[in-house]
């Protein structure tokens, strides 16, 4: 085992430079400079521009970007409490029956929040469909449109005769060419890692046969401490 000292030292160094890099290239969202891969980031951002009818060129005023967060993040809390009250006539719903109105309606709230606060009991409540594709989904929107906010905020102080820029820019702009990058890369480091083996597989099984527990089988990995 590495030494405790090295241990801190390397994970204070990753952090920081980590901090740097990142921060480097999301002050250059804000302000539209060029970032590095600039030309083929703009055409991926650009061919979803023109998908769902935005003008990259229209700013918008506070009122207009702040209306502009706020319907979205409605539709799309609309959208997980409706999949989470309906789990049980989903695909892969597993016999699971959909989630009681209020708790829908506290986990939606939640995590369109960014607050992730869980009262529903993992696999045992969420069939993987809710799991991977409805719970996976806000949790990509959620901080987008928080990015989103931070970076319109940032603009009120260095870009007062430009406007806050465009909501839905900056919100494609933060899932397309920041959250899904790492996400992806971050996936690829835990496979290497093999972070899904963090039990020894005979005693844990042995633990959970001892308990007679129902357990599902599934990539819950994402939302697993």
Request: proline share 8%.
């Given at each position: 085992m590495a030494d405790p000292v090295v241990q801190l030292v390397v994970l204070l160094g990753s952090t920081v430079t980590m901090a740097v890099l990142f921060g480097m290239y999301m002050a250059r969202m804000i302000t539209y400079e060029s970032r590095p891969l600039e030309k083929t980031l703009a055409r991926v951002e650009n061919?979803?521009?023109?998908?769902?009818?935005?003008d990259k060129d229209q700013q918008m005023s506070w009122k207009e970007y702040l209306l502009a967060l706020v319907v979205t993040n409605a539709i799309v809390a609309g959208f997980v409490f409706v999949m989470l009250v309906t789990q049980g006539v989903l695909p892969v719903s597993q016999g699971l029956a959909g989630l009681s109105p209020d708790l829908a309606f506290h986990t939606a709230a939640s995590f369109i929040t960014n607050t992730d606060l869980q009262h529903y009991?993992?696999?045992?409540?969420?069939s993987v469909f809710s799991q991977m594709v409805v719970m996976t989904f806000v949790m990509f929107v959620a901080p987008a449109s928080g990015i989103a906010a931070a970076f319109a905020f940032?603009?009120?102080?260095?870009?007062?005769?430009?406007?806050?820029?465009?909501?839905?820019v900056d919100f494609i702009r933060v899932i397309v060419t920041l959250l899904l990058p790492v996400a992806f890369v971050s996936a690829l480091l835990l496979m290497f890692l093999e972070c899904r083996r963090r039990y020894p597989r005979r005693q844990q099984l042995a633990r959970w046969r001892a308990a007679s527990r129902r357990w599902s089988w599934a990539?819950?990995?994402?939302?697993?401490?």
């Open positions: 061919g979803f521009y023109r998908m769902v009818g935005i009991a993992g696999d045992q409540q969420l940032i603009r009120a102080f260095i870009r007062k005769n430009f406007g806050l820029g465009n909501f839905y990539p819950w990995h994402p939302f697993c401490p």
